[in-house]
């Protein structure tokens, strides 16, 4: 275990791994040339698990295409770079890898969002293994909980009332936001995650936001003298 994904497992406690799928060779050699051999070396070595009790799954690329595409379709990504979903939150947030732009997008699917950054320089200077470290090492267990309408935090309740999640599964809230529905625990249930998310895709209007590490770059904020 490396130092950044030690760090993720053991400070952050995101350990231990449950829920593991063993990784198919054939989607390693798939994925060989997508997907940073950092990222296919956690495959190998921990597969497509479960962690933080649930909090937070890494997953099949291919099981979850149709979502990236019902996210992605229409909007200026979908010519940009080819994604795929590497990683998925208990409530629906999607982390999507860029063959070329590294993890360039997130999407809150529970709220309809999708947060775009860029990490194309990156990618072009060979530092993909060294994102998909920090990737893990940067993951924190309030950041990927949800706050319930009074600002609440959600994932241990859930837990408790409904049980912990399975493979494929997330805390879907029903009704969904964007038909008229609370955040809040009484209207969260076990989903199946694809099912879930392409249908919260299709209901309303996807919101772009800002890429702000590009907006502080333009600004100068980065720039040392």
Not at 56 to 69: C, G, K, N, R
Not at 98 to 104: R, V
Request: contains cysteine; hydrophobic residues 45%.
């Amino acid at each position: 275990m490396d130092q950044e994904f030690g760090y993720f497992y053991n400070e952050e406690k995101f350990g231990p791994a449950f829920e593991r799928r063993d990784v198919p060779t054939s989607s390693v050699e798939k994925f060989r040339d997508k997907l940073p051999g950092q990222l296919l070396q956690y495959w190998r070595e921990y597969g497509w698990s479960g962690y933080g009790n649930g909090l937070f799954w890494t997953v099949d690329p291919d099981q979850y295409a149709p979502v990236v595409e019902a996210w992605l379709d229409g909007t200026p990504f979908e010519e940009r770079d080819s994604y795929h979903a590497i990683a998925v939150s208990a409530f629906g947030e999607l982390f999507l890898w860029g063959e070329k732009t590294g993890f360039s997008i997130s999407v809150q699917t529970l709220w309809g969002m999708i947060f775009p950054a860029d990490a194309a320089a990156e990618v072009a200077d060979g530092n993909s293994d060294f994102l998909v470290r920090a990737f893990f090492m940067a993951k924190e267990k309030e950041q990927l909980d949800q706050l319930d309408d009074a600002e609440h935090p959600l994932f241990g309740r859930a837990v408790r009332k409904l049980g912990v999640l399975e493979t494929g599964q997330i805390y879907g809230l029903v009704p969904a936001l964007a038909l008229g529905g609370s955040c809040d625990l009484e209207h969260l249930e076990k989903v199946d995650a694809v099912t879930h998310m392409i249908m919260l895709a299709q209901l309303g209007e996807r919101q772009i936001m800002r890429d702000v590490v590009a907006d502080a770059k333009a600004a100068g904020l980065f720039d040392v003298g």
